[in-house]
């Protein structure tokens, strides 16, 4: 039997109120050449159930169970482990993708075979989507305020084989996919997609909500330091000095609030 195109992961925990909905769109999905791993990580609600029974009825989809819970991250790398696809494609079980998500993605990817990663997000008014920026022109745009790299795993599609190449996600909390695109954009050219292609679910029960989230600006803070530190940035080390330099400035800083709202 042969691997599918792309593998759709999902990584679940005591979502019973939103992961059918999450699973149904999946499976309403024009592109049919996928499979659908679940990986639960300790829910104690009935998300696992409604998820197996999905598995009865489809043979695309996967349920696994975590022994212990090991985290969003590390469950994110749990659910790649098991992939089996050219690409992998997250999204949350509490978010949903339109039917036409997964052919523009993988599509747009099939264009541009170079390209390690792909993002859904603001793109050039002069320029049709999708588009290829390598990696110094995605580093530039980013920090020049299109935020490129800025977007939640929904909004992404990742090539499994460099995906395994640079080690997955660190484990990084709240923070770990803005990082791993940074990461993913150094070494390999990015493709832009257009916008809104899944809808993000707002509710308390997010880490987005929780105390921990007043971190995240200097969380964020850091991991675009430490990405223009490194020695392999595409970037002119005059350039990233004076990013670095912006930073620290209000005015950007306000811009990078108002950016991610």
């Not at 395994?164 to 990015?190: C, H, Q, S």
Request: proline content about 5%; glycine content about 6%.
């Amino acid at each position: 039997m042969s691997s599918p195109i792309v593998s759709v992961l999902m990584t679940s925990f005591n979502r019973e109120n939103f992961i059918e909905l999450a699973v149904e769109s999946v499976l309403s999905s024009n592109l049919n050449d996928f499979e659908l791993i679940i990986v639960d990580d300790g829910s104690v609600d009935k998300t696992v159930e409604i998820a197996r029974s999905y598995q009865t009825k489809d043979s695309r989809v996967k349920v696994y169970c975590n022994d212990v819970n090991l985290g969003d991250y590390p469950n994110r790398n749990k659910a790649a482990s098991y992939a089996n696809g050219k690409y992998i494609k997250y999204l949350d079980s509490d978010d949903i993708m339109y039917p036409h998500t997964l052919n523009v993605m993988v599509d747009s990817m099939e264009q541009f075979p170079e390209a390690g990663l792909g993002l859904s997000g603001k793109g050039k008014k002069d320029m049709p989507h999708p588009y290829l920026l390598t990696p110094d022109q995605a580093y530039r745009e980013h920090f020049g305020g299109f935020g490129h790299l800025d977007r939640a795993p929904g909004s992404a599609i990742i090539r499994r084989d460099v995906f395994e190449k640079v080690g997955g996600f660190t484990g990084k909390r709240m923070i770990g996919d803005n990082e791993l695109w940074l990461i993913l954009a150094r070494y390999y050219p990015v493709v832009i997609f257009p916008p809104d292609l899944y809808w993000a679910r707002t509710h308390a029960g997010q880490e987005s909500k929780s105390d921990y989230a007043k971190k995240y600006a200097s969380l964020r803070k850091s991991i675009f330091i430490d990405a223009l530190n490194h020695p392999d940035c595409p970037l002119p080390v005059l350039e990233r000095k004076n990013i670095i330099k912006n930073l620290s400035k209000v005015n950007y800083k306000r811009k990078l609030i108002n950016l991610f709202r």
